[in-house]
T-cell receptor
């Protein structure tokens, strides 16, 4: 079956702009989690959505937001971009059962200039 | 809170050498433990997992045993190959919360030279 699809794969923005990233989970998966990966901070959990509801949230400012649609596709948005937001944003899907196994997409690499 | 500590890298080995990457964890309850691998330019892939104490996860020649007494989940491989060059992440998922709150270690970059 098809894996997790993230779009766009690469994008360049300037400070102050906003960005929306998209994630299509594996068919049948109801949970989508988002992570930020940077060389300095490693993998940091942003939030998780399950059945259109945010179920868990990491320690990121309110500029980072997300949503999930009825077909389980998810988007995350970052407003008022800062240079430090440059990172690889990874989406992971799972069935939602607390076994923890996540299936990751290839990520969206955001560069903020 | 839950957390994972893994050995810092980078680790450089010659082909066919023995690999150990240490991982210890702090968690309440009985978490599930994972090793994920990230090849260059790709997302993370599940390498192996263990869901209860004394379980051994294994895949592609890699093994890790869930040791509750030492709160550890060290990754081992008897003979590494150049194709094993990647970043390895230890992770845990709480069995208490009914959500995906996966905590990752900082990652260990492995380079295997021919």
């Amino acid at each position: 079956k098809a894996g997790v699809t993230q779009t766009p794969r690469y994008l360049i923005k300037t400070r102050g702009q906003q960005v929306t990233l998209s994630c299509s989970p594996i068919s049948g998966h109801r949970s989508v989690s988002w992570y930020q990966q940077t060389p300095g901070q490693g993998l940091q959990f942003l939030f998780e959505y399950f059945s259109e509801t945010q179920r868990n949230k990491g320690n990121f400012p309110g500029r980072f937001s997300g949503r999930q649609f009825s077909n389980s596709r998810s988007e995350m948005n970052v407003s008022t971009l800062e240079l430090g937001d440059s990172a690889l944003y990874l989406c992971a899907s799972s069935s939602g059962v607390a076994t923890g196994e996540l299936f990751f997409g290839e990520g969206s690499r955001l560069t903020v200039l | 809170g839950n957390s994972v500590t893994q050995m810092e890298g980078p680790v450089t080995l010659s082909e066919e050498a023995f690999l150990t990457i240490n991982c210890t964890y702090t968690a309440t309850g009985y978490p599930s433990l994972f090793w994920y691998v990230q090849y260059p330019g790709e997302g993370l892939q599940l390498l192996l997992k263990a869901t209860k104490a004394d379980d051994k996860g294994s895949n592609k020649g890699f093994e890790a045993t869930y040791r509750k007494e030492t709160t550890s989940f060290h990754l081992e491989k008897g003979s590494v190959q150049v194709s094993d060059s990647a970043v390895y992440f230890c992770a845990l998922s709480s069995a208490v919360s009914n959500n995906n709150d996966m905590r990752f270690g900082a990652g260990t970059r492995l380079t295997v030279k021919p």
